[in-house]
């Protein structure tokens, strides 16, 4: 959590000092991943995926992309069927999950269509509708990603100042669904006097579906490490110290511990960044990766992401995205490609794939 007031520089050394404690004392980080053992990432190829003519969620063929994503969560579980993969995902259905999209920019975003199947997994493993969540910081890109907001009954999906807003306790920033929100916060002490409760949601539960998108001047690329800025309620501060600060995030148990999954939506790639209504650099690429290894995942998407840039005769993305290996660093997962079990299946008709 984010709630002492120093200068930049000693609040990493401070935190990162407090992440080696938490290890264990030893000056060693906790690790992710076993020693010896690779973190998988399964890739999903459909050239079907996407239809046209243009390059938003209605461009999608949705039993084609649910296809992709079941078959996707079946082969990183292993499990036998669909209901046994996710699961294995949600051990508790009793709990409730929020799912955190990137709807930020209206040239590339999380779409909808390749969510739905999330949703339908998680109900599939026994998670009430009422204790889903969908959100994001921003809806700019709600209506071209699919997306209608309910705040009533079902499946709930808006804002995080929809669900009880960010802590602004002293130096706390993070979401208030993610954390429950602080004693002291605004959201709780009007709930408390109102109601005699907690703010209005608290997740036990995980997922990130980010897109796969350069951010050329940043941090090189926004993937799934970079889609938590939209989970604390300053990241505009957090430009100059990017490549420390997304690690940073990434490291704290309201996100680390929580997440369950992440699934990156790839049907589309951008692979240099321009802001806005714009996609004249986003391109098909009919993918969907699944893994929960937050490091691999984003240094595999980085990778991808290097190729379009190729195949577009441009240099690799610039800044070179540092805070990949920083986060593996921490502990927080795999970066070395050959630590990185790599599963790439065709589910295409023609290749006898199919949805369980």
């Keep these: 959590m984010f709630w002492i007031s120093m200068g930049r520089r000693a609040f990493l ?3 990162t000092a407090m992440l080696v404690l938490a290890a264990g004392g030893r000056g060693e980080a906790a690790q992710a991943v076993p020693a010896g053992k690779r973190s998988r990432v399964v890739v999903v190829h459909d050239a079907g995926a996407s239809p046209g003519p243009g390059l938003d969620n209605a461009d999608l063929d949705q039993e084609t992309v649910r296809r992709m994503v079941n078959q996707g969560v079946i082969a990183f579980t292993g499990a036998a069927d669909l209901k046994s993969a996710w699961k294995k ?5 009793s709990k409730r999950v929020a799912v955190k999209v990137n709807c930020q920019i209206k040239g590339i975003f999380t779409k909808a269509k390749v969510v739905q199947p999330v949703l339908e997994g998680l109900m599939l493993a026994g998670v009430p509708a009422d204790n889903i969540l969908v959100y994001d910081m921003t809806d700019n890109a709600f209506q071209l990603a699919g997306f209608r907001r309910n705040l009533g009954a079902g499946v709930k999906v808006g804002k995080v100042a929809d669900f009880g807003g960010y802590s602004r306790i002293l130096y706390h920033r993070m979401a208030n669904l993610l954390t429950g929100g602080h004693e002291y916060s605004v959201a709780n002490l009007v709930a408390n006097a109102l109601h005699g409760a907690p703010g209005r949601w608290d997740c036990d539960y995980l997922i990130n579906v980010p897109v796969l ?10 993937l799934s ?15 100059k110290d990017i490549m420390d600060h997304i690690p940073l995030i990434n490291s704290q148990p309201e996100i680390k511990n929580k997440t369950r999954l992440i699934l990156m939506d790839a049907i589309f790639g951008e692979y240099k960044w321009v802001n806005g209504r714009n996609q004249s650099n ?12 937050t490091v691999a995942i984003d240094a595999t998407g980085w990778r991808m992401i290097d190729a379009l840039r190729k195949e577009h005769a441009l240099p690799p993305v610039a800044p070179r995205p540092e805070y990949i290996a920083k986060a593996a660093a921490l502990g927080l997962g795999v970066a070395d490609p050959s630590q990185i079990e790599l599963v790439q299946l065709e589910t295409g008709k023609g290749n006898g794939g199919r949805g369980r």
């Design 225 to 239: 490490m970079k889609n938590h800025y939209g989970s604390i309620g300053n990241p505009g501060e957090h430009h």
């Design 89 to 93: 995902v949600i051990p508790d259905p």
């Design 282 to 293: 986003v391109v098909r690429v009919n993918k969907v990766l699944v893994s929960c290894d």
């Design 213 to 222: 998108k350069a951010l050329d001047g940043y941090c090189g690329v926004t």
């Design 13 to 15: 050394k401070m935190l």
